[in-house]
């Protein structure tokens, strides 16, 4: 069993930055964020494998994935911040390399850190 924890959230303004950190327990092969809005369906951020990095359109050009395989931790470097990029951002990892954005074939979920934008 994988435990991810999270690190990162706040409350900034709008156009500043948030760095989210998460630390897996244990080795992974995909990670990734997804969000969930009040009242919205949880959506897909980004994600990084060894095969590359993906990013929802929404946040393409402003956020950047990467991780430390030594430190089993993944990183979402969030600039030019929106109001609407207010929500509760979840890691996940999976144990296989996937291009999912669904969410629904990741197997290990982080408590989730909030992250709020104001205007």
């Known amino acids: 069993q994988v435990q991810l924890v999270e690190s990162g959230g706040g409350l900034v303004q709008a156009g500043g930055s948030l760095r989210l950190s998460c630390t897996a327990s244990?080795?992974?092969?995909?990670m990734g964020w997804f969000r969930q809005a009040p009242g919205k369906e949880r959506e897909f951020v980004a994600t990084?494998?060894?095969?590359?990095?993906y990013y929802a359109d929404s946040v393409k050009g402003r956020f950047t994935i990467s991780r430390d395989n030594a430190k089993n931790t993944v990183y979402l470097q969030m600039n030019s911040l929106k109001p609407e990029d207010t929500a509760v951002y979840y890691c996940?990892?999976?144990?296989?390399?996937?291009?999912?954005?669904?969410?629904?074939?990741?197997?290990?979920w982080g408590q989730g850190t909030q992250v709020t934008i104001s205007s």
């Open positions: 996940a990892a999976a144990t296989i390399s996937t291009t999912d954005r669904t969410g629904s074939v990741f197997e290990y």
């Open positions: 244990g080795r992974t092969y995909t």
């Open positions: 990084i494998a060894w095969g590359g990095r």
